[in-house]
Antibody, heavy 122, light 107 residues
Framework: EVQLVESGGGLVQPGGSLRLSCAAS????????MNWVRQAPGKGLAWISY????????YYADSVKGRFTISRDNAKNSLYLQMNSLRAEDTAVYYC???????????????WGQGTLVTVSS | DIQMTQSPSSLSASVRDRVTITCRAS??????LNWYQQKPGNAPKLLIY???SLQSGVPSRFSGSGSGTDFTLTISSLQPEDFATYYC?????????FGHGTKVEIK
């Protein structure tokens, strides 16, 4: 059974940093591209970052570009999100999600973690 | 960025009702459109991919249609466990963007 488990969330002051982790099991982690998606309290879903299987290709949403860094360690079956210069508007539940490609699809998110809450407040 | 507009933002329906949710893209996206269901406190769950393909394990009362810019998610006979928020997502181009969601509530 595929499992994605996020950790590392918590309360941080504006301007601070946090590192989120996503531990993957039940899959050949190195064979899958991965995403981070976040959801502010009471709001909708927002894609924030993508990483290819090898880590050689990375994309970010404009809202986090230059502040957040996505990375992965395939030997440890883990995905990471380093978040710097945090702002109040970064307060959200952060989900890691696996990218798959069904027939006729150009990408879908078929497995999600349970999410980890990041609260940015003084 | 491609904007995804869902309508309605919320709806009230009864068990066994037929429910239709619409998603419109700001430019053509072929059939690169996914639908997710999210219940409070839970992660999103993939329902439909490539506009009309049913994800494994998803009940057949869920169906999707459309291509280009206009898409529809239909629940043929609403069940109690279907009360949730539904999101569309385009994967035609980066960044992959979501609609703002449609909350399906009990009438």
């Amino acid at each position: 059974e595929v499992q994605l488990v996020e950790s590392g969330g918590g309360l941080v002051q504006p301007g601070g940093s946090l590192r989120l982790s996503c531990a993957a099991s039940g899959l050949t982690f190195s064979s899958f591209e991965m995403n981070w998606v976040r959801q502010a309290p009471g709001k909708g879903l927002a894609w924030i970052s993508y990483i290819s299987r090898s880590g050689s290709t990375i994309y970010y949403a404009d809202s986090v570009k230059g502040r957040f860094t996505i990375s992965r360690d395939n030997a440890k079956n883990s995905l990471y999100l380093q978040m710097n210069s945090l702002r109040a508007e970064d307060t959200a539940v952060y989900y890691c999600a696996r990218v798959s490609y069904g027939s006729g699809s150009q990408g879908l998110l078929d497995y999600w973690g349970q999410g980890t809450l990041v609260t940015v407040s003084s | 960025d491609i904007q995804m507009t869902q309508s309605p933002s919320s709806l009230s329906a009864s068990v066994r009702d037929r429910v239709t949710i619409t998603c419109r893209a700001s430019q053509t996206i072929g059939n690169y459109l996914n639908w997710y269901q999210q219940k409070p406190g839970n992660a999103p769950k993939l329902l439909i991919y490539a506009a009309s393909s049913l994800q494994s394990g998803v009940p057949s009362r869920f169906s999707g249609s459309g291509s280009g810019t206009d898409f529809t998610l239909t629940i043929s006979s609403l069940q109690p466990e279907d009360f949730a928020t539904y999101y569309c997502q385009q994967t035609y181009s980066n960044p992959w963007t979501f609609g703002h969601g449609t909350k399906v509530e009990i009438k």
